[in-house]
């Protein structure tokens, strides 16, 4: 099997198609998509194109032996997260993937997770390439934003609080899990293994943020180095009180620990800094009323003057030795 005839196989879909699960909202978008040199797209009247794009290699960013349908789920999960840190609409995407062999039962299982997870956020593949190589898999999200209402890193005030809008923690728990260095109850196994492979992009939410956060980030590297990317943008500082952030230690004191006998008093040193749980980190006015928009949403600081990220446990400040994942 070529090139041509693995992608029409496996990544080619008539998106003008009668059959509803294949249909979207955005068909008219699209004038010519997987197929051609260049996809030819119709950006939204008043609207301005939001383009992110993240690369997973094996090994790296997921288990090399990882069930097929679970890592494209994953690659697109973490990629259109950033989409929702911006307050955008999905629209469509793009897949660079470069794979050892053309295993095709391997294929028919990405391919259907991939689609899958795209149709939950209303997104269409447009184009691609694939090559030979060590598993990568890079996948370009777009979409679309009113103009003028992009949520970015560079607008929080003196005086906004410091929002996330879930749990932290649990993607460090897990991929702990993964790496053998932890073991779970089944119930704790399940949970964890999901939110690797399954984390939630929050769009919704970012779309209700729009005129109401000063600032967002999803949480992707660990919670303290993104909050920090919103303090260096915007020049100030945030104060956190570290008993406030939302968790699942309850989870975690069902592990029996195998490896590593340490990982039991490591569970701050993964809600703070531990990554992969894309829950959004945002600031608003005090006067906002932001926590009626999810349950889950918690206020967990503020935005003072100064730089950096300051952290306090019962009125103490924490040592902080990192704060999050280095790429290199």
């Avoid at 391919?111 to 447009?126: K, T």
């Avoid at 609080?161 to 109850?185: C, E, H, I, Q």
């Avoid at 531990?274 to 889950?296: K, R, S």
């Amino acid at each position: 099997m070529n090139e041509f005839e693995l992608i029409k196989r496996y990544f080619t879909r008539d998106v003008e198609s009668d059959d509803d699960s294949e249909s979207t909202d955005h068909n008219d978008t699209v004038a010519i998509g997987v197929g051609d040199d260049c996809a030819v797209l119709n950006v939204p009247v008043d609207h301005q194109l939001v383009v992110s794009i993240d690369t997973l290699i094996a090994g790296v960013h997921f288990p090399k032996q990882s069930e097929a349908y679970a890592v494209a789920q994953r690659a697109f999960s973490v990629c259109v997260s950033d989409l929702a840190a911006m307050g955008a609409e999905p629209l469509w995407f793009t897949l660079a993937l470069t794979l050892p062999n053309t295993n095709e039962t391997w294929l028919e299982k990405f391919s259907m997770g991939l689609f899958d997870i795209a149709d939950e956020y209303n997104c269409i593949l447009v184009g691609g390439n694939t090559t030979r190589g060590p598993l990568s898999i890079s996948i370009q999200v777009h979409g679309a934003v009113p103009s003028g209402q992009a949520i970015t890193r560079s607008g929080a005030k003196v005086g906004d609080l410091v929002y996330v809008s879930g749990p932290l923690g649990d993607g460090a728990a897990a991929l702990a899990m993964l790496d053998k260095r932890v073991k779970f109850n089944d119930e704790a196994n399940e949970y964890f293994y999901s939110r690797f492979f399954w984390p939630e992009a929050k769009i919704d939410l970012g779309l209700k943020l729009r005129e109401i956060a000063t600032s967002a980030i999803d949480i992707s590297d660990g919670f303290l180095a993104d909050l920090n990317h919103i303090c260096t943008a915007s020049k100030v500082a945030a104060e956190i009180c570290v008993e406030k952030l939302p968790h699942s230690q309850h989870r975690i004191d069902q592990a029996m620990f195998v490896k590593d006998d340490s990982l039991g008093i490591k569970w701050q040193q993964w809600i703070l800094s531990g990554g992969d749980d894309y829950q959004l980190c945002f600031t608003a006015p005090a006067e906002a009323n932001v926590e009626a928009l999810d349950q889950h949403i918690r206020c967990i600081g503020k935005i003072v003057e100064g730089q950096g990220v300051l952290c306090t446990l019962d009125g103490k400040e924490v040592a902080l030795s990192r704060l999050g994942y280095q790429h290199f």
